[in-house]
């Protein structure tokens, strides 16, 4: 039997429970709409479209997912709690799965709070809804990549300034291989294969075509490929470092 | 029926420090056994391999005929553990969190109602029922760590230091609630606190750097003092037994 419900429910209850995390969530729509309005343009531009929101999105998710993640597992160490979870019957798969899950729910409230952004260009003309629906679903996928991420990196320490900033490094590099400055950067001297795999492991680059409404199964695969192997990291890291 | 606690050869090695070096102990239901030994004997680190928290370097535990290395939920969901501190969400309130440790294990609705009313009716959380546990004494934390490790009224528990740092009434207290729940349980403490002994225990065990240097009832303990000391006579046999040993080794 599954016990993941009461992790998944205490987890994102935890969110609310806590100033922090609600500081984050106003910081990140806050900036999103700077982003998206001011330094983007959004009105200037001319387009119904939601292009400059999306291209902001990943950047704004690399405090925003760090935030939320570094509680998970650096706080269960620092007070000891980590020894009374994993003496009750429930497996530490459960305990990472629900605690990832509750995570990415509070990224996805974030989400669905920069909803008025799309009723906005709603309003102003009509936009290619696909392409939007599309970067919701990338934006998802990549905050729950990102958390997976996260997780994994909070396990290793008792400090949670540690596991934002872990988190933080590790996801800015993923989103930086995909930016043509690297892959330019690459090509002028590294083998055309190694641009193209560096390329291949971005997020962003599995992002992209999300953004302009094309959803292959073969990129949500990949974000599902990403969360499956640091939760897996995760769950080996808990059970060799629980006890340090 | 076999032991409700049985450890046997039980070894933890940490890098080259041998923290624990062979411990057997089976314990049945209807004892109470209190763990002694200076700090640092390997006291918590042996209650952390019996509940299934440290992996053991060698040997192997079974909790009510359930070995914990190959069916670890079915073992710890026969125990009930206050680890050392008693560590709690400071976040959530005593209800949050009793529900929390029930829906855990597995209870619902009415059920988990029942369950955690009646634990907090044993430690007498009543006043503090929806404060959250960060605002509480530490007397009321222990309490809220010791109705979480009996919710399930389980047939085992383990609590690692359970009166540290209370003061004279609290301990009083804890002793009275673990003295209640003796009778079909196979109990576990740990102490550093030779009185609590003597007050509640029926067999004392003394550790001393990875092993057992005594087993037996509070009586035959006492009866190792010469009959020359009066008074703290545990204090003294305590001192010998783990003492001796460490001047031995050098
Ligand atoms: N995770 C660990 N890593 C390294 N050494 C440890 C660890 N846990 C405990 N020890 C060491 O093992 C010894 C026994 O510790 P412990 O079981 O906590 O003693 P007690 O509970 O009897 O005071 C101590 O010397 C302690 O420093
Ligand atoms: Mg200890």
Redesign the pocket.
């Known amino acids: 039997m599954s016990r993941l419900a009461p992790i998944v429910r205490r987890e994102f209850s935890a969110y609310f429970n806590t100033p922090l995390a609600a500081v984050f969530l106003v910081m990140f729509l806050f900036l999103t709409g700077i982003f998206t309005f001011n330094v983007g343009q959004l009105y200037e531009r001319g387009q119904a479209d939601l292009r400059p929101f999306f291209d902001f999105n990943p950047w704004l998710f690399l405090f925003l997912a760090p935030a939320i993640s570094m509680r998970l597992w650096a706080e269960e160490r620092r007070i000891g709690t980590i020894e009374l979870v994993t003496t009750l019957p429930i497996s530490i798969r459960d305990l990472v799965v629900g605690k990832w899950l509750a995570a990415w729910a509070f990224a996805c409230v974030a989400l669905v709070l920069t909803l008025p952004i799309w009723l906005t260009v709603e309003y102003l003309g009509e936009p290619d809804r696909g392409a939007i629906l599309g970067g919701y679903v990338g934006s998802a996928l990549m905050a729950g990549a990102f958390l997976a991420i996260g997780s994994a990196l909070s396990a290793v320490t008792k400090n949670q300034v540690v596991a934002f900033v872990l988190c933080a490094v590790v996801c800015f590099l993923l989103l930086m291989a995909g930016y043509p400055v690297v892959l330019d950067f690459l090509g002028g001297w590294a083998s055309p294969g190694v641009a193209e795999a560096v390329a291949s492991v971005s997020l962003l680059t599995h992002f992209e075509p999300m953004e302009r409404g094309v959803i292959d199964l073969r990129d949500v695969l990949f974000f599902a490929a990403v969360v499956a192997a640091f939760l897996w990291l995760n769950i080996l890291l808990i059970e060799w470092k629980k ?2 | 029926m076999e032991a409700a606690i049985a450890a046997q050869g039980l070894r ?1 090695r ?2 080259s ?1 041998d ?2 070096q062979g411990i057997d102990l089976t314990v049945k239901r209807g004892e109470v056994l209190g763990f002694l ?12 391999m019996i509940t299934g928290f ?1 992996a053991p370097t060698a040997g192997g535990v079974r909790i009510c005929d359930t070995d914990m290395l190959s069916e670890p939920l079915k073992a710890k969901a026969h125990m009930g553990y206050l680890p ?1 501190g008693a560590p709690c969400y400071p976040d959530m309130t005593v209800a949050e969190f009793l529900g929390f440790i029930g829906a855990v294990r597995g209870f619902d609705g009415p059920e988990r109602a029942r369950r955690v009313e009646a634990a907090v009716e044993r430690t007498n959380l009543h006043g503090v029922f929806h404060q959250p546990i960060e605002t509480l004494s530490k007397g009321f934390k222990r309490r809220v760590g010791l109705a979480q490790a009996i919710l399930h009224d389980p047939p085992v528990l383990i609590m ?2 359970p009166t540290d740092g209370l003061d004279p009434n609290q301990k009083h207290q804890v002793r009275e609630l673990i003295r209640t729940m003796a009778k079909n349980k196979a109990i576990v403490l ?1 102490t ?1 606190i030779l009185e609590e002994v003597e007050a509640v225990c029926t067999r004392a065990v003394i ?1 001393n750097r ?1 092993t057992i240097v005594f087993d037996g009832t509070p009586q035959a303990l006492d009866a190792k003092a010469p009959a020359s000391i009066a008074r703290n006579r545990l204090d003294h046999v305590f001192r010998t037994l783990t003492t001796a040993d460490t001047e031995s080794r050098r």
């Open positions: 006890a340090d | 933890k940490f890098g420090f923290a624990v030994g200076p700090h640092g004997a390997g006291k918590s680190t042996t209650m952390r440290l050392e690692d230091e740990s550093h550790i990875g």
